[in-house]
């Protein structure tokens, strides 16, 4: 679970425009270039959101800047989870499909998006996963 707060900044697409189910997530955390403060990104976001949903498989996209002046707030989870410390990103972009494999089979895609897109990120690190409403008892459980 994840305790950085992010500022939206770029949203491209709805569940509804892609006439499927959402059911998938690719998560993709990002650092900013040497010497990048986020200007790029918060200025080509509108565009790296609309070039991320065009990738097969995507149905929408999301670009976020990272609010590292409020994420080391405690939380309850924290306290539940003290060992669960997350490593730090600058920008964080989410893509949500129907399923899993076709996010996996998109993630090149994207991060090669990602890369070319002018936004100043680099050093991805990328995780696809089910959205827990869509995991059956033994996924949720580890009952396998």
């Known amino acids: 679970m994840s305790t950085t707060s992010t500022e939206p900044t770029a949203t491209a697409g709805t569940a509804m425009d892609s006439g499927e189910d959402i059911g998938a997530m690719a998560t993709i955390r990002l650092s900013f270039a040497n010497g990048e403060d986020g200007t790029a990104l918060r200025a080509g976001a509108q565009a790296l959101a609309d070039r991320l949903q065009q990738a097969i498989g995507v149905g929408c996209a999301h670009v976020?800047?990272?609010?590292?002046?409020?994420s080391g707030i405690r939380t309850r989870e924290t306290d539940i989870r003290?060992?669960?410390?997350?490593?730090?990103?600058?920008?964080?972009?989410?893509?949500?499909?129907?399923?899993?494999?076709?996010?996996?089979?998109?993630?090149?895609?994207?991060?090669?998006?990602?890369?070319?897109?002018?936004?100043?990120?680099?050093?991805?690190?990328?995780?696809?996963?089910?959205?827990?409403?869509?995991?059956?008892?033994?996924?949720?459980?580890?009952?396998?």
Request: proline residues 7%.
């Open 64 to 70: 976020g800047i990272a609010r590292t002046e409020v």
């Open 82 to 144: 003290p060992g669960m410390a997350e490593p730090e990103f600058d920008a964080l972009v989410l893509a949500e499909g129907s399923e899993v494999p076709a996010l996996e089979r998109a993630l090149p895609e994207l991060e090669r998006v990602i890369a070319e897109s002018g936004c100043g990120l680099t050093s991805p690190q990328s995780i696809v996963y089910w959205l827990g409403y869509q995991l059956d008892h033994a996924q949720a459980t580890g009952e396998a």
